[in-house]
């Protein structure tokens, strides 16, 4: 014989199972903890992910090699200048062309060749077009005590002044007081190239006061491009190019002497 379909019971036939007191049958349960669950949000909001490292912000800046012991200044205006106008020459003419517009006459105890004030290059700039503000955090004469005697110290204080006074005509912003990183970070971001003033113990080993142009900023570094290039070290232009700085250490060395001077000139187009 063949088998049957159940039989209708007394009511009818076969019904499904019913469902239960609050809605319809349940599929089986999980486990006694039930299947893996995502993360509850926190007592302040959903689960938050490991806070990530920002992007490194970099820019590129072509290097010029200065070609003399004083011409650091110069050449990071030059640098400056090319990032933002391809056109603008990089070479030894216009490199002691803007020394002898920016120069201090003296200032290392040397003696010889004095190098570039935040002042001179900043007007340097101004004449060409580009729009510099300058951080200094004295007002007394930059670099003054490198001089070897008081009537060296009056000339670099008689050029200051006259530098001042042409720098409040053409109207360039000069503000005192320290610049920290993150605030120098912060301008890099608004579009300023930074030529900082720094000592180059950290970098070169020595204590000559020196300028320098930052490319970048990231978690844990300030890149710059450093003109001094040692070539009787082996050094090449590349290796001064993006050089990686320890954010720590670019505080430590953005400063020159006892008294740690510091001078940025901010570099806009």
Same mark, same amino acid.
């Given at each position: 014989?063949?088998? +049957?379909a159940?039989?209708?019971?007394?009511k009818?036939p076969a019904r499904?199972?019913?469902?239960?007191?609050?809605?319809?049958a349940?599929a089986?349960?999980?486990?006694p903890?039930g299947?893996?669950?995502?993360p509850?949000?926190g007592?302040?909001?959903?689960?938050?992910?490991?806070?990530?490292?920002?992007t490194?912000?970099? +820019?590129?800046?072509p290097h010029?090699?200065? *070609?003399? $012991?004083?011409?650091?200044?110069p050449?990071?205006?030059m640098?400056?200048?090319r990032?933002? #106008?391809?056109?603008?020459p990089?070479?030894?003419a216009t490199?002691?062309?803007?020394?002898? =517009?920016?120069?201090?006459?003296?200032?290392g105890?040397?003696?010889?060749?004095?190098?570039?004030?935040?002042?001179?290059?900043?007007?340097?700039?101004?004449?060409?077009?580009?729009?510099?503000e300058?951080?200094?955090n004295?007002?007394?004469?930059?670099?003054? $005590?490198?001089?070897?005697?008081? =009537?060296? %110290?009056?000339?670099?204080?008689?050029l200051?002044? %006259? #530098?001042?006074a042409?720098a409040? +005509?053409?109207?360039?912003?000069?503000?005192?007081?320290e610049?920290?990183v993150?605030a120098?970070?912060?301008a890099? =971001?608004?579009?300023?190239?930074?030529?900082?003033l720094?000592?180059t113990r950290?970098?070169?080993? $020595?204590?000559a006061a020196?300028w320098?142009?930052v *490319?970048?900023?990231?978690?844990?570094?300030?890149y710059?491009?450093d003109p001094w290039?040692?070539? #009787?070290e082996?050094? +090449?232009?590349r $290796?001064?190019?993006?050089?990686?700085v320890e954010?720590?250490?670019?505080?430590?060395?953005?400063c020159?002497?006892?008294?740690?001077?510091?001078?940025v000139?901010?570099v806009?187009?």
């Open positions: 014989m063949s088998s +049957r159940p039989k209708a019971g007394p009818g499904a199972p019913k469902a239960g007191p609050k809605g319809p349940r089986p349960k999980a486990g903890k299947p893996a669950r995502a509850k949000a007592p302040k909001g959903p689960a938050r992910a490991k806070a990530k490292r920002k490194a912000s970099r +820019r590129r800046v010029y090699r200065q *070609t003399t $012991d004083f011409t650091c200044g050449s990071s205006v640098m400056a200048m990032f933002f #106008d391809p056109a603008s990089m070479d030894r490199e002691l062309a803007l020394w002898r =517009e920016a120069t201090t006459i003296f200032m105890p040397s003696g010889g060749h004095g190098g570039c004030g935040a002042l001179g290059l900043a007007l340097a700039l101004r004449r060409r077009g580009y729009r510099p300058i951080h200094l004295h007002r007394d004469v930059l670099l003054g $005590d490198r001089a070897r005697s008081s =009537e060296r %110290r009056e000339i670099m204080r008689v200051q002044a %006259r #530098d001042l042409e409040k +005509r053409r109207r360039i912003p000069i503000r005192y007081g610049l920290s993150p120098l970070e912060a890099f =971001e608004k579009g300023a190239l930074p030529i900082v720094c000592n950290h970098i070169h080993g $020595d204590t020196h320098i142009v *490319t970048g900023f990231d978690d844990a570094h300030v710059v491009n290039v040692a070539l #009787d082996g050094k +090449r232009p $290796d001064m190019t993006d050089r990686p954010r720590q250490a670019f505080q430590r060395m953005a020159y002497g006892k008294k740690r001077e510091r001078a000139v901010l806009r187009r």
